[in-house]
Nanobody, 119 residues
C-alpha cells in the first residue's frame, strides 16, 4: 500500500554533513505530518524533526541549529539536512508519515537508514 525509499545515510566524521531523503509512494490520498526519528542501540526511539504539510517544523532540542527538515509535497518526499554532526547522532534514522489511504489515516514507517558519526 505504502512504500518508503530512504537514502543518504552512511559514515561521516564529526563535524561533517549528511542529507537524508525519504520518498513515499503508493495508493496515497494525502500525506500529513512527515518526520524523522532515530534509534540508537539500547535507547528509545526519539523524534528528531517533523514537518506538517503546511511547512510547520518541530525539532528535538539536541538538533536545533544543526539539522533542517524540509519536504517537497509534489514529490511526496521529506529531507533531513544534518550538519555539524556529533558521535551522539549515530543511530538508525527512520522516516515517518501520517498518511491517508482512502478514508483511513495511519502512521507509517520506513525501514531506516544507518547514520554513523565517527573518526
Amino acid at each position: 500500500q505504502v512504500e518508503f525509499v530512504e537514502s543518504g545515510g552512511g559514515l561521516v566524521q564529526p563535524g561533517g554533513s549528511l542529507r537524508l531523503s525519504c520518498a513515499v509512494s503508493g495508493s496515497i490520498f494525502s500525506i500529513y505530518t512527515m518526520g524523522w526519528y532515530r534509534q540508537a542501540p539500547g535507547k528509545q526511539r526519539e523524534l528528531v524533526a517533523s514537518i506538517t504539510n503546511g511547512g510547520r517544523t518541530n525539532y528535538a532540542d539536541s538538533v536545533k541549529g544543526r539539522f533542517t527538515i524540509s519536504r517537497d509535497n509534489a514529490k511526496d518526499t521529506v529531507y533531513l539536512q544534518m550538519s555539524s554532526l556529533k558521535p551522539e547522532d549515530t543511530a538508525v534514522y527512520l522516516c515517518n508519515g501520517v498518511i491517508q489511504i482512502g478514508i483511513n489515516i495511519g502512521d507509517y514507517w520506513g525501514q531506516g537508514t544507518q547514520v554513523t558519526v565517527s573518526s
